[in-house]
């Protein structure tokens, strides 16, 4: 069974930059759309980033996109989401899930996801 394990999270201050990871195991990734998801206390877990099977297609929401860089590494069976120009309110809990098909769009909710990584971005 497919188990995903991120890591990459710390404390940076704001204007800085972090790169998490996203490693599976138990089956391969190549044929998995993943997303990165992120979580507040009190508020519903938003998804950040999603890259399709193939690597060739990725979205971004609104408050990240020109900050957040999505990529595959289907060799090393890996994910990263690279994060600069970080904010304060950038601050969660990031997961990343893996969706029952190569596609972000229309896909349903993922069906694996991970335990989590704590970003705190602060001065």
């Known amino acids: 069974q497919l188990q995903l394990v991120e890591s990459g999270g710390g404390l940076v201050q704001p204007g800085g930059s972090l790169t998490l990871a996203c490693v599976a195991s138990?089956?391969?990734?190549?044929?998995?759309?993943i997303g990165w998801f992120r979580q507040v206390p009190g508020k519903e877990r938003e998804r950040v980033s999603c890259?399709?099977?193939?690597?060739?297609?990725?979205n971004y929401a609104d408050v990240v996109r020109g900050r957040f860089t999505i990529s595959r590494d289907d060799a090393k069976n890996m994910v990263r989401l690279q994060m600069s120009s970080l904010k304060p309110e950038d601050t969660a809990v990031y997961y990343c899930?893996?969706?029952?098909?190569?596609?972000?769009?229309?896909?349903?909710?993922?069906?694996?996801w991970g335990q989590g990584t704590q970003v705190i971005v602060s001065s």
């Open positions: 890259i399709a099977g193939g690597g060739l297609i990725t």
């Open positions: 899930a893996a969706y029952a098909v190569a596609y972000c769009a229309g896909s349903g909710p993922p069906t694996n």
């Open positions: 138990g089956d391969t990734l190549d044929s998995y759309a």
